[in-house]
């Protein structure tokens, strides 16, 4: 039997707002399990998301594949839901690799970024989730996405995940309508040199760059108090790079040394008992499908 694999992701890394995004080794996996009289989606990931064609993952599939007779599958999903890790990403993704491979619509992997960013809107999740890696990428309008696969240095990557939700339209609402131009070009040159320095595998600087956004963490961290905390508790830890708001949040991501994490993440139990953490790495392959 063939199953889809969907990693999640972490997506704006700082100042790369609405334009950078990873991919991690979490996962939503998906069976298909045949054909149905009407569309059905089993899963155990709570009474709040629907089985039937309301759930994103056959939206998805009906708007994209609206010739496919209905089918029954199975739904796994260890990607913590609405906390900035990319959950709606990888089911508008997985409902993408189900329309493209049982519909024989033979879309490449530019056509398939295209399509998920025109249903999610912007490519920051949806690029490396099904890319993998460290993706790059701007939506010049809705069919049009410039973007670039690149390599990321050796770390890890603890996600922080508060015990609350945090939507991307509430996360949005708080941001400014505007800029003055001196700010934008500032905030635009912090994301610029991110990436260069990530490209040279220079994780210091990095690091240092993760925490100097300008775009949205000012406005948002009074919605996550996690953030700042984060930050104060692990300005002085060994092999730890910097710390950054994943996604719109509330997850706060740290990108460490690969042979400190675990004591990091020890430390970061500690203090947030209320909070999970996950020790993740870059997950490289993207969506994909598996024989099992």
């Known amino acids: ?5 969907v ?37 155990d990931l709570g009474e709040d998301l629907p089985k039937d064609k309301n759930n994103l993952v056959i939206q998805t599939i009906n708007q994209l594949a609206p010739e496919l007779s209905p089918l029954e599958m199975r739904m796994t999903s ?16 997985a409902g993408i690799e189900v329309a493209n ?34 993706v790059i990428g701007v939506a010049l309008q809705e069919d049009e ?18 015990n609350y939700h945090l939507s991307t339209r509430q996360a949005r609402s708080v941001l400014p309508k505007e800029f003055f131009f001196k700010e934008a070009v500032q905030a635009s040159g912090l994301a610029n040199v991110l990436v260069a320095k990530l490209m040279c595998g220079d994780l210091e600087a990095a690091g240092r760059l993760l925490e100097r956004d300008r775009w949205h963490e000012p406005f948002r961290q009074k919605l996550v108090p996690e953030l700042e905390a984060a930050r104060k508790l692990l300005a002085d830890q060994d092999g730890v790079y910097g710390t950054y708001l994943s996604g719109a949040g509330p997850t706060v991501m740290t990108l460490v ?14 203090n947030f008992p209320e909070a999970v953490v996950y020790d993740l790495t870059l997950d490289e392959q993207g969506s994909c499908w598996i024989e099992d």
């Open 101 to 134: 491979h049982w519909a024989n619509k033979g879309w490449t992997l530019e056509e398939k970024i295209n399509q998920a960013n025109r249903l999610e809107g912007h490519p920051d999740n949806v690029a490396p989730c099904l890319a993998g890696g460290l």
């Open 7 to 43: 990693p999640a992701t972490s997506a704006n890394l700082g100042p790369g707002f609405d334009s950078l995004g990873l991919a991690v080794n979490l996962y939503l996996n998906l069976e298909i399990v045949g054909e149905s009289e009407e569309w059905i989606i089993h899963h």
């Open 145 to 162: 996405v410039l973007w670039t696969k690149t390599s990321f240095p050796d770390a890890h990557f603890l996600a922080l995940v508060p």
């Open 257 to 270: 040394h690969a042979q400190k994490s675990q004591q990091v993440a020890h430390l970061l139990r500690k």
């Open 1 to 5: 039997m063939k199953r889809l694999r």
């Open 78 to 93: 260890d990607i913590p839901m609405t906390r900035g890790l990319g959950s709606s990403s990888t089911a508008i993704v």
